[in-house]
């Protein structure tokens, strides 16, 4: 049986890469911190491993001892209070995670790393996606380039057989970013940053974790797969499909983008740490074209979507409400 190591186990996207893994019939052992909360994790059959990676010697001995057939790389920070600590826990993190693996001597058949769309950055409107997920990359985030940091970082371990998968916006149960928009929904309000146009791109949490064990038993290796559900959609189409779901009718506000980051600067200088509403993080809520193309995955990892926006909308609500989230 292979042994897998997921790290950021505890987070929204871990849980699901666990459950994908079990019903691929991996052992897996779930990558946390000591003061993370695990209650959503204790009624699945794995192991906890407590992960310091600063510590590049003791990581290494912790892979030497149980010999990991496989890791998936998903710890990071989405939200950090400055530049130097997205590097610090985006890129440093998994150098020193890299570092270990070499230090440690195992062999691993797959190390896939959770990077991001947002490490390529978005385009014009009007632009056409290349057919090619290789781009040159103009991140316009500090998370952004972050991801991309740890990307160039990666290519220069070409002895381990590593993957990069780069989601784009990752929506479904137990996420709390885009709740926070289903929620206003709830509240019977639509607002929008502007009125420009805008290509968005969507992609269900259980999708991506397919696609993470496809790319585990695929038979490439350094290389990057954009993930989406292959279908692009217009700024309106997420209220639009929520709305219809719950059955609601919502007043569409169109907020002043010098409004917006006056309040997001406020925010920053109000808060301990860092508002999920930030002055950097404008850029890429307000970015024209976050289209992305799936075709090298689909061909090279026989990845395929199974949830459309609805579909997965639709399984999304009926957790949060299940869950008396809204």
Same mark, same amino acid.
């Given at each position: ?7 950021? @186990? ?10 994908? @893994? ?7 052992? @779930? ?5 993370? *909360?695990?209650?959503?994790? %204790? ?94 990359? @103009? ?16 290519? %220069?371990?070409? %002895? ?65 797969? *954009? ?6 959609? *217009? ?6 499909? /929520? ?60 990845? %395929?979507? *199974?949830? /459309? ?6 399984? /999304? ?10």
């Amino acid at each position: 049986m292979r042994k897998v190591l997921i790290t950021g @186990a505890s987070g929204f996207l871990g849980f699901h890469l666990i459950e994908a @893994a079990l019903a691929a019939g991996m052992e897996v052992h @779930a990558g946390v911190r000591p003061s993370s *909360d695990v209650a959503h994790l %204790q009624h699945l059959e794995i192991s906890f491993v407590n992960l310091d990676f600063r510590d590049v010697p003791g990581m290494a001995a912790l892979l030497q001892k149980q010999q990991y057939s496989d890791i998936i790389h998903a710890a990071g920070a989405t939200r950090a209070k400055n530049e130097a600590a997205f590097n610090e826990i985006n890129a440093g993190y998994t150098d020193n995670l890299l570092k270990a693996i070499v230090q440690s001597g195992i062999k691993l058949n797959r190390f896939v790393y959770f990077s991001s769309l947002a490490a390529v950055g978005p385009k014009a409107y009007e632009a056409k996606w290349p057919e090619q997920d290789e781009v040159s990359p @103009a991140p316009v985030t500090l998370y952004g380039k972050s991801k991309l940091l740890a990307e160039q970082l990666l290519k %220069q371990y070409a %002895q381990i057989p590593w993957v990069v998968l780069r989601p784009t916006a990752i929506y479904g149960p137990r996420d709390k970013d885009l709740f926070v928009l289903f929620k206003t929904y709830g509240w019977r309000l639509e607002p929008y940053m502007g009125k420009g146009p805008q290509q968005l791109s969507f992609v269900y949490v259980k999708d991506v974790a397919q696609a993470a064990i496809r790319a585990l038993n695929g038979q490439f290796i350094h290389t990057c797969y *954009d993930v989406s559900d292959g279908n692009s959609y *217009d700024r309106y189409a997420l209220a639009k499909v /929520t709305k219809g779901l719950l059955g609601i009718r919502t007043l569409r506000i169109h907020m002043p983008l010098t409004l917006i980051r006056w309040i997001a600067g406020i925010a920053e200088a109000t808060s301990k740490g860092m508002p999920l509403l930030n002055r950097d993080r404008l850029n890429e809520l307000t970015a024209q074209n976050w289209n992305c193309n799936i075709i090298r995955i689909q061909k090279e990892l026989g990845y %395929q979507p *199974d949830f /459309t926006l609805e579909k997965g909308m639709r399984e /999304t609500l009926d957790w949060y409400t299940g869950n008396h989230w809204l």
